[in-house]
């Protein structure tokens, strides 16, 4: 079983829909979590931290579930620009950071 | 912008040569490191360095080396390159907590 594990879509929504993703990862000793956006053939971007209480930055909510071991993207009002692969990371085992395998997102007009 | 430079950005190269790959950063942070990022698999770690001359392997290890002389540059070889070793290549260094940033990528192709 992988450490981080993700639907790898691809999810292809209008523009306007509200989309979200989850991502379960292994390792219940892990403390930090992240999701990265990565435009093909470009390197991962952070796009957001997330905390245990669960956050928001504009149109993006990420939230934390320890008990059953996922985080979450939530994106509100898709826009054209957010089509993207969104990864997963965690930090693992050895106190690296493990990758999910990502998840694309298609926003059509 | 993460002021991360990875040189060179593509590179052809033959099976049993060697390689060396430079990450290049100008904000003097402690940690570096070298991913490969393959279809399937996400981002895997192959070694990381904590300050100068401190590295560590990471996952994926096996066919890699890598040096760090200064705080700026951290250098990944391949010894003997291997047609498995052709990927996309990303250095990142880590900021505050463990947040990462990433360099632009080397597309390494080994025929």
């Known amino acids: 079983r992988k450490e981080v594990e993700q639907d790898p879509g691809p999810f292809n929504v209008p523009e306007g829909a509200t989309v979200a993703f989850n991502c379960t990862y292994s390792?219940?000793?892990?403390?930090?979590f992240f999701w990265y956006r990565q435009d093909c053939r470009k390197e991962p971007k952070l796009l957001m931290s997330v905390y245990s209480s669960g956050n928001e930055d504009g149109r993006f909510t990420a939230q934390l579930n320890r008990a059953s071991q996922y985080i979450s993207l939530l994106i509100r009002d898709s826009k054209l620009s957010d089509s993207a692969t969104y990864l997963c990371?965690?930090?693992?085992?050895?106190?690296?950071?493990?990758f999910g395998a990502g998840t694309r997102l298609t926003v059509k007009p | 912008d993460a002021g991360i430079t990875q040189s060179p950005r593509h590179k052809v190269t033959e099976t049993g040569t060697p390689v060396t790959l430079r990450c290049h950063q100008t904000?003097?942070?402690?940690?570096m490191y070298w991913y490969r990022q393959d279809p399937g698999h996400g981002l895997r770690l192959i070694h990381y360095?904590?300050?100068?001359?401190?590295?560590d392997k990471g996952e994926v290890s096996d066919g890699y080396s890598v040096s760090r002389s200064k705080t700026e540059d951290f250098l990944l070889t391949l010894e003997s390159a291997t047609s498995s070793q052709t990927s996309v290549y990303f250095c990142?260094?880590?900021?505050?907590?463990?947040?990462?940033?990433f360099g632009p990528g080397t597309r390494l192709t080994v025929t």
């Open positions: 390792n219940s000793a892990s403390q930090s």
């Open positions: 990142a260094i880590r900021r505050q907590g463990d947040e990462q940033y």
């Open positions: 360095s904590y300050g100068v001359k401190d590295t």
């Open positions: 990371v965690v930090n693992g085992y050895n106190n690296d950071m493990r």
């Open positions: 904000e003097n942070h402690r940690y």
